[in-house]
């Protein structure tokens, strides 16, 4: 093994960090709208931890299933989320913990079927099965509980029209890094930065819905937007700094031709 995935971080490693605080996020929030702008930077870690999932499962050579694994996996975790919120829209003491844990246990479950049924062969199908289905919950109950009243302890109907938003962009945010970043010079740490990036994107997007959901939101989505607008160009100065020193050459492809 080589030095440099010596250094690489591992799911457990990346999903301990992701549960603890996105838990803390999904709870301060629950304690007061307020503290959104801090706890939307407790979530990053959670796109990261998904992303890295993906990306361990579709090195094993699934190519264009890079896009099929994130989709599955993430339907799990988003379903358990919107689930329980039919069953329990007052978001009870149990939530959000049923939801994360139920997540892992039933990704665990969609990976021993592809495992043992279908016959995958990847050695860590079930484990990041697991991961990704939970850091997909724990995203989910964070954007439900963002664009949620707790004063009031009533789930607002209104919230379902946006499930498949939510269920969307998580997607898209987790799946999407490996499946731009994959080819002979792919590395976690690039990869991941562009996880970041793209985490950011997607908390902004959500800033924004709070905006349009309720003026009720309005300060929550405005510091939603400048805290993910921060973390953005953050995280492209240091994707783009990691792609520059990955890159051999930068050649000019377009017209006119390059003087030189």
């Not at 959670?46 to 890295?52: E, T, V, Y």
């Not at 993910?228 to 792609?243: L, Q, T, Y």
Request: aromatic content about 14%; glycine content about 8%; proline content about 4%.
């Amino acid at each position: 093994m080589s030095t440099e995935s010596n250094k690489e971080f591992t799911s457990p490693q990346l999903y301990l960090i992701a549960l603890v605080l996105g838990m803390i996020a999904i709870l301060m929030i629950k304690f007061s709208h307020s503290l959104t702008p801090v706890a939307v930077i407790l979530i990053w870690p959670a796109f990261l931890c998904g992303a890295n999932a993906v990306r361990q499962v579709a090195r094993y050579g699934l190519g264009t299933g890079t896009s099929s694994i994130g989709y599955w996996g993430t339907a799990v975790g988003a379903t358990m989320a919107f689930t329980s919120q039919f069953i329990n829209p007052a978001y009870n003491f149990v939530s959000p913990y049923f939801e994360i844990f139920g997540a892992l246990i039933v990704g665990a479950v969609t990976g021993i079927c592809a495992q043992k049924i279908i016959k995958m062969k990847i050695p860590v199908m079930i484990r990041d099965s697991a991961v990704l289905a939970s850091s997909t919950a724990i995203i989910a109950m964070f954007f439900l509980a963002m664009l949620t009243e707790y004063s009031a302890a009533v789930f607002t109907l209104d919230a379902y029209i946006i499930y498949p938003l939510i269920y969307i962009a998580i997607t898209l945010a987790i799946l999407h890094p490996f499946n731009g970043s994959m080819g002979a010079g792919e590395n976690q740490r690039r990869t991941l930065r562009l996880s970041a990036l793209e985490a950011s994107m997607t908390t902004g997007l959500f800033g924004l819905i709070a905006i349009l959901f309720s003026e009720a939101l309005l300060l929550t989505g405005v510091s939603v937007i400048l805290v993910s607008m921060a973390g953005f160009f953050i995280f492209a100065k240091r994707w783009f700094a990691a792609v520059k020193e990955d890159t051999y050459e930068f050649a000019w492809t377009g017209y006119p031709p390059a003087e030189h």
